[in-house]
């Protein structure tokens, strides 16, 4: 584990959402209730249009934040904790043990996951670790990467855009052994 596991768990969800971006996976009221489901949120939620188009709003900056370097993505931060009056505060529910919750669990979803994406990046700029999140190494793809891994090997956002890439350099190889 490279950062404490509800760090991780906010850092995964923020990337997931961030990468329905250009993507019809997050146009419905339902999509974002599977989304909610999928990543264990807990609290309020209140499966309307206007819910799902604050979430939906709330993306590009995520973005911003989540591609920022460090000195960029600690003025985010620093704006989204003031903005929301965070007060942080440890929780315990499952399946989670004793982790931080810094705005109350009745307030708005898209509040909650911003709050929830910055206390994560507090972990991630105090370790020094910004360089766990970066974009797809594929060229046609934009979406980010969030590199959990010992040896820092991720540079793919999925499995299909490394297989692209992998045959793809294979082809390469291919061509030039032909050549040589
Ligand atoms: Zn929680
Ligand atoms: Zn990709």
């Known amino acids: 584990m490279v950062f404490a596991h509800d760090t991780e768990m906010s ?46 709003a709330l993306r590009p900056r995520l973005r911003e934040l989540l591609t920022a370097d460090r000195d960029a993505a600690v003025a985010i931060v620093n704006a989204m904790l003031a903005e929301h009056r965070a007060v942080p505060r440890l929780v315990r529910h499952p399946p989670l043990d004793w982790h931080i919750h810094a705005v109350p669990d009745d307030a708005p979803l898209a509040t909650r996951i911003a709050v929830e994406t910055a206390m994560a990046m507090i972990d991630v700029i105090r370790d020094d670790e910004l360089s766990r999140l970066g974009v797809c190494a594929d060229h046609d793809c934009d979406d980010v990467v969030l590199d959990l891994s010992r040896n820092r090997s991720k540079r793919f956002c999925s499995v299909a855009c490394g297989n692209r890439n992998a045959v793809a350099a294979y082809r390469a190889r291919q ?5 040589g």
Request: glycine share 4%; charged share 30%; aromatic share 6%.
């Open 11 to 56: 850092l995964q969800s923020a990337v997931a959402l961030v990468n329905t971006l250009g993507e019809p996976t997050l146009d419905e009221v339902s999509d974002l209730t599977d989304f909610f489901a999928t990543h264990d949120y807990t609290g309020r939620h209140d499966r309307t249009r206007s819910e799902l188009d604050d979430v939906r």
């Open 175 to 179: 061509v030039r052994a032909a050549e």
